[in-house]
């Protein structure tokens, strides 16, 4: 009970979960290859080494003990500023565990439809936080003809659907895809994709099994290969998780894990909780990650002499204007809070989702800023390997000097740091995640629509056109 060390934390993945990778059955994550990054990044998040570090990223629960402030449900602004600032060292796995987040802001509607429901989400929040568990946000069905409704696919199974209610629980078939982080968590978390309506009763379940529940089967993917030099790949090296095709093949849940089992309105609640919590964080990662985009276009620049060009200085201000609107959004969604009928403090929702979009529909076109200041280099730089090495070596630092104040390694450096992080394997994931993780765009755009204050903007363009008396504001 409490917080778990690293040690603890890679010790309890050895669980017997049945994970697979490129066709090999996994027998130990925490000693394959293939994890061994995946499970550093994921550790990360259970080293508080110094006390500045712990203060940031635990806190004390309402019983006293410490807790990981993954779990903190804020009631304040000051309570989501300090969940903000835990997020930008959270890794990626910290970050899916925001579902619980999802789950608590939504446990005053559950408990409405079915007190027994609400229960169960809070004692699984709680036994998560006592144990310093991690979860996975387990959402997005196969789902198959886009245009059919769940129980009208061809397969029954392509959404995840109770196949069997029994006294002691139900029994689930379906796979879940693109789940961040599936093998190296604790618990699947699983949620509805979207609205069920009065005939799909058996598709609106929500409930939370572990990942060596017999039936769970785990397909791993990663854009990175398992060994990788952090000079070549300093993003990659370091950050690379694999997502899991995860497949429920008739898992039996107790009823003390499920959250949702056939109440249709609920799904929709559901799987709408988790939107925003998902936004938030991939808001976060893209102010930090807008920033390093301004650093680099800037340093690759400069390094090229260019730094007073006119057309430079206009790409690096358009890179400006992505990441300061991103950071801006970020603070009046935090500002501008909203509190659930629980009290629990959340980012607006609004605001949540236009900083999202904003990010997403602009990504590809910072990216091009940043590639067309890089120039080719960006793909065509050779390895720290010729840097290294006596001819080759010499012809680098001969051939890529620009000028006096310019090291060609730090030159080396910003480039492989760009290639990576937008160009390159992580790039290429880089430029899908920024579009659909969260909810593609369209997700976004029906958030808010819903969100907004359109009677107010009608009735200003009404009295506008002169149609109504002028109003103030
Ligand atoms: C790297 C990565 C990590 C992810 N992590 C997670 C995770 O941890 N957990 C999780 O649950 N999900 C995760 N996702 C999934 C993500 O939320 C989905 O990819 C996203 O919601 C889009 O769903 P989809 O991939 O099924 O594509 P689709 O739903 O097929 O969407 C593709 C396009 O088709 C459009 N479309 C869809 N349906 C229709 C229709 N009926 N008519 C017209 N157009 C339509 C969409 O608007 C979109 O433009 C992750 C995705 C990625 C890429």
Known sequence: MGLKTAAQYIESLRDGRETYWGGERIADVTTHPRFRVPLDVAARDYRHDSAERRARMTYTAEDGSAAHRIFQIPRSEQDLWSRIAMMRELSIVGGVSSVYMALMSVVEQVRKVNPQYAANIETMYRQARDNDLRAAEVITDAKGDRKRRAHEQDDPDLYVRIVERRNDGIVVRGAKLHITAASLIHELVVMPTKGMRQDETDYAVSFSVPVNAPGVKVINRSFAASELNAFD?????????????VVFDDVFVPWERVFLAGEVPL??????????????????EAVKMSEIFVGLAQLVTEQQGKERDPVAQNTISELIAYAETLRMSLDYAC??????????????ILAINVAKYHYAANFHAAVRGLHDLGGGLVLTLPLEADLRSGVTGDLLR????????????TRMRVYNLIRDMTAD???GWHQVVALQAGGGLNAQRIMMHRAYDMATARERALSAAGARPATTH
């Open 233 to 245: 790949y300093p993003a990659s090296a370091h950050h690379s998780m694999p997502e899991g095709f």
């Open 267 to 284: 799904a929709t609640v559901f799987a709408q909780s988790l939107g925003l919590w998902e936004r938030t964080g991939s808001v976060v």
């Open 335 to 348: 500002r501008h809070f909203q509190t659930t009928p629980s009290g629990m403090v959340h980012p607006n």
């Open 398 to 409: 001969k051939y890529l000097h620009t000028k006096p104040d310019v090291d060609v390694e």
């Open 425 to 427: 394997a992580y790039g």
